[in-house]
């Protein structure tokens, strides 16, 4: 049987034919898909910019959907869904991201950035904690460092805090000391809690070395000090805070008072209080002075002096309480409501975002920022 050749040269236009129109719908495809995927990122960068975050997200989906290939809008994915709390979402995507095989190492090292925002805008910390130990090394370290600070100081794990800083004090973001001198105040602090107080005093007199300008380790030092029964040891620990860290004094002026009485030393005592108002005055002061003058017509005579330099219906208060007005039962009356209307008015306020407490507090429970309440009482109507 011979083979027809005829076929074969019908065929090879056929096949030719077929295979243009293929790739011309190829071609053609391809070009619709291209259009369509940089419409819908212009789309959603245009939502983006509006403020309209839902057609954001929808449009940026449909993006990823028709080219699934591209970081940049996995990435704006999912910082959109982070930014609208949708977490679980923002963790997928980048997840994903991170397991695709094509990624540069710049992009994974942002892609692991993402990934761990989301695990910490979550509150999940210790996800968290693990996805930033990862960045040492890539140009996201310090950024992450930073986090984990945050972290630990949330929950209170003042070890790896404390290494955390001590990492950060060796870069660009300044001395870490002041705030190392904190946590080691905290591990005092824990440390007497559980009955060891000469761990305390240990770890206090480091916290002093790692931070001698700082005011907490003094006082904190002082105030152990007195309790383990060695007042001169206190007094002078607090002759060295008015030394080294003078704005700390009012924080200390009661405690100042209690030792000089417990060990005899009111007149040196009196000596520090009297130099510490004259540079900054202070109603704290002026009571540990009135407690420590041996004359009440002199002790009285100090809330005067106070209102002289600055209003304060505190001192107003305290002076009344030594006049004697014409009807006993009304000077009660009266000294019951200045009592009552001063109350609300001692208080601290943090500087950093307001929170006001009628106790200081060395981490503001607000805010958490470190050192941001005065070491003295403002006085506000």
Known sequence: MEFDFTWVLLGFPIAFTLGWLASRLDLRQLRI???QAPKAYFKGLNFLLNE???QA?????EAV??????SELHFALGNLFRRRGEYERAVRVHEHLMSRGDLTQPERDRAQHALALDFLKAGLLDRAEAALRKLEGTPFEEEARLALLSIYERSRDWANATEIAAR???????SFSARQAHYLCEQAIASIAAGDTEQALDTL???????PVSARPLIDLAKLQHQLGKPQDALRTLQKLEELAPQGLPLAAGLLANIAQANGQEAAALEL???SYADTPSIDV????????????????????HMERQASLVAAGKWIEGEQLQDAHHHALVQRSLGQATKPLMRYRCAACGFEATQHFWHCPGCQAWDSYPTRRIEEL
């Open 273 to 275: 209080l009297k130099t």
């Open 33 to 35: 898909e291209n259009r």
């Open 286 to 305: 002026v009571e540990a002075i009135v407690k420590l003058e041996k004359d009440p017509a002199s002790a009285r005579q100090w809330y005067a002096r």
């Open 205 to 211: 007199r480091q916290a002093v070395a790692m931070a």
């Open 65 to 70: 959907q028709n080219d699934p290939d591209t």
């Open 168 to 174: 950060l004090g060796t870069s660009s973001h300044g």
């Open 52 to 54: 309209q975050q839902d």
């Open 57 to 61: 997200i929808d449009a940026f989906i």
